[in-house]
Every structure is written in structure tokens, then in C-alpha cells.
């Protein structure tokens, strides 16, 4: 597996911050879906996730559009997931054409889902990116300044949302 | 770890291992020797990322996250290995 990377995400502060959460609660995965749902609709996105990195796998705790097997597993492994790069950049990311992009023409993701671009905006608490709420389209797309604004405004709702699920 | 496609593997007890020293850094190995000995292995079995993902799920919340995390990577591995054979 990929030693470097998975180091590199499995820092134990920020997994404990992670941990800080109950993110199996109903009620939140069903908010959080609705969040989705609506970033999707702005963006007119047929794909948008809330997810946190963890060392090895992107679980996917909010979702719209998200199907098969990503959607039994809950998540992709952590060398796949396009929110990985939002979480070690700390800042949004965009991808404008994966399948132009060399540092994503080849991910398996992206050849899987015929999907091709990408928004993400990090999920940041205490100092550290836990993960990403994002948007994915099947068309090659340049994302617009007003579109990232408005993916941020989902994100800050993430965070609110899920300090009312701080358990530690 | 076993091929799959994709060049996805699937996860076994030295990647739980591997997993657990990385979250806990210093306290690592302790924690993987009473995880270990609660699950009743040894850590050479060959088999035994299953009994540890149950022992880990139970343990701590960084080491429940590095369960979490493997088994997400043990569901797509199955599923994309059986899409593979399927075609």
C-alpha cells in the first residue's frame, strides 16, 4: 500500500480529531446528505460528497449522486479519492479534466465513474484539514470563483453541523 | 496482501499493523500487543485481519478509524474483484 501517503493522512493529532465526532449518528448523516444534495443543486453537480480522510480510506459520511460500489463501502481507498488531495493542500481544489490532468489521468476512480472534474473544499478543525465537501461532474468544467464560495458556505455548515456531534 | 485489480490489494493483519503504529506513534506498540492479545493472535496469522477488525472496532477511537478505514478498502477490493471476474 502507499506507505508515504498513508503517514502522511494518519498524523495521530488529527486522526484523534476525526475520532472527536460521532459520525455514525442518523440524524447527522441525514443532514449531511441534505447538504450535499443542496451543493449539488447550486453547482448543478450530479455528484457532491461530505467525507472526512482517514489514513488509509475517504469515508464518505454525506452524499448525493454516489452509487455502487463507492456506495456500499461508504468511502474509496485513500489513494483514489480526489478529497485527499483537498486534505493535504489544506485550501480548495479543482480539477478541471482528470483525464487531461497527469497527476489524475491515471485514477482508477476516475476511469471507473466517467467522472472528470472536481471542486473540494477542506473541512478544517484545530489546525488540521480532516476532509472535504465536493462536487464532481462528468463534464470537463471550470470551476468559477462564485462556485467555490458556495461549496465554502456548505463547508462551514458542515462544521457548525457536526459540533453539535462532539463527543471528546 | 493478495492482486486485484486496479492494483487495489486487499488489506491484511500487517497492514492493520501498520495502520495502529501509525495512529498512535510512540504508544504503537502497545497498543498493537493489547489488541493482539485480545483478539488472541499472534500477528503471523495469515487469516487474522478479521477477528482484528472486530477487536480493533471495540478498541479505541483512532484505532475504530483505522478499522473503519480498512474495511472500506476490504469492501471495494471484494466488489471490484468480483465486477472483474463478472467481466
Known amino acids: ?25 442518523d440524524d447527522l ?10 451543493s449539488a443543486g447550486l453547482l448543478e453537480a450530479p455528484v457532491s460528497m461530505v467525507s472526512m480522510v482517514l489514513d488509509t480510506s475517504q469515508f464518505i459520511i454525506g452524499s448525493y449522486g454516489v452509487s455502487g460500489w463507492v456506495a456500499d463501502a461508504e468511502g ?38 466517467g467522472l472528470r472534474s472536481y471542486l473540494g473544499v477542506p473541512l478544517t478543525r484545530g489546525g488540521h484539514a480532516l476532509g472535504a465537501h465536493c462536487v464532481i461532474d462528468a463534464r470537463p468544467r471550470i470551476f468559477t470563483d462564485v462556485d467555490r464560495a458556495v461549496l465554502a458556505d456548505g463547508a462551514e455548515k458542515v462544521m ?8 471528546t | 496482501m493478495t492482486s486485484a485489480p486496479y492494483g487495489l490489494s486487499r488489506p491484511d493483519l500487517d497492514d492493520a499493523r501498520a495502520a495502529v503504529l501509525r495512529v498512535h506513534a510512540g504508544d504503537g506498540p502497545r497498543v498493537w500487543n493489547d489488541l493482539l492479545h485480545t483478539a488472541g ?23 475504530r478509524l483505522c478499522a473503519l478505514a480498512l474495511k472500506i478498502r476490504i469492501t471495494a477490493h471484494t466488489e471490484l474483484t468480483a465486477t472483474h471476474s463478472i467481466l
Open chain 1, 160 to 167: 457548525k453541523l457536526l459540533e453539535a456531534y462532539r463527543i
Open chain 1, 29 to 38: 448523516r441525514t443532514s449531511l446528505d441534505a447538504i450535499a444534495k443542496r
Open chain 2, 41 to 63: 493472535l499472534t500477528g503471523k496469522e495469515p487469516g487474522g485481519l478479521d477477528r482484528m477488525l472486530v477487536v480493533m472496532h471495540g478498541a479505541d477511537p483512532s484505532t
Open chain 1, 76 to 113: 474509496t481507498p485513500a489513494e483514489w479519492a480526489m478529497c485527499t488531495h483537498t486534505v493535504l493542500a489544506g485550501e480548495p481544489y479543482c480539477v478541471v479534466d482528470g483525464t487531461q490532468d497527469p497527476r489524475h489521468a491515471d485514477n482508477p476512480f476516475l476511469r471507473m465513474t
Open chain 1, 1 to 25: 500500500m502507499n506507505t508515504d501517503l498513508f503517514d502522511r493522512l494518519g498524523v495521530p493529532e488529527r486522526i484523534r480529531e476525526i475520532a472527536g465526532y460521532d459520525l455514525f449518528d
